[in-house]
């Protein structure tokens, strides 16, 4: 069966009207993206201040409906109808994950087990419902700061916020982390988290999707790959647990400024940028390490 979608770009403001109205138009499924949604590898997302709204129909005629009632009842809505073809998603979303070589590390889907790199250190990461595959500019920024780090810091202790799939978490650990922590506010992610770190041979990351005021201590590599937004309002939380150095990425380029200075104020210190296309690593310091 093949699957007809209604795709509406709109403000944030009027994207709960949207999903409302497709539902009301007998939708059968509805996404959001927003700027809470973690960007995913090939996925379009929304202008800023804007959401994307996409309801799927199983008749072409209620899409075409539900095109015409969010034109009329939304202006400034931008509403597209657009065939989907039918397809088993877990073979597509297969094909779109791709193993990366960062440094002394290969990231790559489990059915790549057969074929991985015998001179790296390897992990292998499920995709399922959590982000964290390793072929996002935004991972594979961090993956090569956890590289170096770890490389001239062995047994330094990690926190890793925001840890998905937990693929940062465990990199530090393949490459000789001592402490090692990974927080999610997701529990879905944390539960995939625990299964990858079984998979992977990995015991002793403490897990959890405990808020940073929970976690105990302070840590010498702090990684936090989450949105700028989330990354500002977490920095009162984030900067105390910095024991030397501080890795953010999920930052768009003309993001950074403000990011950072949310950082620079809690009293951390700039230590160098690495950008990525559109993406941008922020690196800062505690000024007593
Ligand atoms: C872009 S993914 C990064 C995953 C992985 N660390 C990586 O580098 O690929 C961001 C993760 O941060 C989590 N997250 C978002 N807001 C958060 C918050 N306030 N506290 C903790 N985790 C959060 C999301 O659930 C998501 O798993």
Known sequence: ???VSVTVD?????????????????????????????????????SAGEAIVIGYFEQAADADDALGTVRDEVPGARAVV?????????VAWRERIKSVTVGRLWVGPPWEKATAPADKVCLFIEPKMAFGTGDHPTTSLCLAAVDSYLASHPGCSVLDVGTGTGVLA??????????????DNDPVAIELA??????????GVELSTKTLDEVEGTFDFVLANI???????????????????????????????????????????????????????????????
């Open 194 to 203: 625990k299964e990858c770190a079984e998979e992977n041979g990995l015991s």
């Open 170 to 183: 465990f990199a530090a650990k393949k490459l000789g982390s001592g402490r090692t922590v990974g927080t």
């Open 227 to 289: 949105l700028a937004n989330t990354l500002i309002a977490l920095a009162p939380l984030i900067a105390p647990k910095v024991k030397h150095r501080l890795v953010m990425a999920g930052v768009l380029v003309p993001q950074a400024d403000e990011v950072r200075r949310a950082y620079v104020a809690q009293g951390l210190v700039s230590a160098g940028d690495v950008v990525e296309g559109e993406w941008i690593r922020l690196d800062l310091v505690h000024p007593g390490a």
């Open 10 to 46: 709109v403000s944030e403001a009027d994207s709960e009207w949207v999903q409302t109205l497709l539902t009301e138009a007998g939708a059968a499924g509805l996404e959001v993206r927003d700027a809470s949604t973690p960007p995913m590898p090939g996925v379009r997302r929304p």
């Open 82 to 90: 657009e065939g989907v073809v039918e397809q088993d998603w877990s």
């Open 1 to 3: 069966m093949s699957w």
